[in-house]
Nanobody, 127 residues
Framework: QVQLMESGGGSVQAGGSLRLSCTAS????????MGWFRQAPGKEREGVAC????????LYPPSFEDRFVASRVNAKNTVYLQMSNLNPEDTGTYYC????????????????????WGQGIQVTVSS
């Protein structure tokens, strides 16, 4: 049984930083790219980062590439999302997901490119 468990969420003031973690079990972690998504209240889930199976290549939508950094430690079956300069629009539920391949393809922002999902963790940014 595959499980992905996010941690590290919480509340932070605008301009602050948070680091999310996602630990996986039940799959060969270093065979798959990993993605991070978020869903704000009343909005669709959107992809914010993808990191390939070795952690050598990352992809971000343009609006996130200066503030979000994904990394992974395969020996710990864990992927991270370092978020900085947060603003209230970053408030939402953040999810990690394991991709269906080892690489972040052109559809890295599409939920269908991922097979397994964590339950999500709340991030709240206050002004």
């Amino acid at each position: 049984q595959v499980q992905l468990m996010e941690s590290g969420g919480g509340s932070v003031q605008a301009g602050g930083s948070l680091r999310l973690s996602c630990t996986a079990s039940g799959l060969t972690f270093d065979d798959y790219a990993m993605g991070w998504f978020r869903q704000a209240p009343g909005k669709e889930r959107e992809g914010v980062a993808c990191i390939d199976f070795k952690g050598q290549n990352t992809l971000y939508p343009p609006s996130f590439e200066d503030r979000f950094v994904a990394s992974r430690v395969n020996a710990k079956n864990t992927v991270y999302l370092q978020m900085s300069n947060l603003n209230p629009e970053d408030t939402g539920t953040y999810y990690c997901a394991s991709a269906r391949s080892a690489f972040c393809g052109v559809r890295y922002r599409t939920a269908a490119s991922y097979e397994y999902w964590g339950q999500g963790i709340q991030v709240t940014v206050s002004s």
